[in-house]
Every structure is written in C-alpha cells, then in structure tokens.
C-alpha cells in the first residue's frame, strides 16, 4: 500500500470510483479495494480494480492507481512488480497524465510489462478524463 499524504488519498478513491463508473459493468463484473481495504483479493494481492467477465471468477484485468507521489521506485518495486508477476491477468497501471512516462521508465527499470491509463483532475479534484492504451 502505498504512502501518500491525506489529500492524495482522497483523490486515489476518487479515480478508483470514477474509474469503475465509466468500465462495461455490462460484460464484467468489478470489485475494487479503496483506500486499505482488502475485500477483494487475488492470492495475497489487493489491487485496487479487479474485472472478471460476468459470472466467471477468472480475472481478466487488473487497475491499481497511483497519484502523483505513489509513483515511485519503492510502489513499483513493492507493488507492481507483485501484481505484473503473481497475477495471471492484464495489468494496468493508471496514473496522472504527468506521471505516465515516469511510470513507464519505473516498469522498464524493473523489468515487468504493464498498460498505462491516464487520468485527470480538476482543481477541485474530480476526475475529467481517463484514458487507457
């Protein structure tokens, strides 16, 4: 879990709630983990979205956000590189447009494969847009 000031941990639950509003609720069905929660687990992991098709208990895609100061060595490390190896699923990282290609660089640095999203925020932090590749 990563370590972020009070403001940021706000802004995290309000992009995993956004984020689950706008995917296809239609053909998946979608558990999320905001803030410490640990509801929703895949073998000892907590990501922050999980989608499995409807009905099925296969995950098919995993989301963990990130705010601007969780996008660091220390989260890619301790978290990514967990979720990128141990779960058997796409995996998205989605994160401010500012952070994607630190993000990126982060992923290179130590060695896994992910997908990006981006987000962002207006001044009062609502979320605005989301974009995956």
Known sequence: MAIRNPDNDKLHDNVIQA?????????Y??????????????????PDIIL???GERTVKFIIE???ADSVNIIEATNQWKKYATEIKASFYILVPLASKNLAIKLCKQIGISARFGTYETDFFHNVIN???E
């Open 29 to 46: 069905d979608i558990y999320t983990n905001p803030g410490s929660s640990k509801r929703n687990g895949i073998g000892g992991n907590y």
């Open 65 to 67: 956000v990130e705010t």
């Open 130 to 132: 989301i974009h995956y």
């Open 19 to 27: 984020a689950t509003s706008r995917l296809d609720s239609k053909n």
């Open 52 to 54: 499995t098709k409807k």
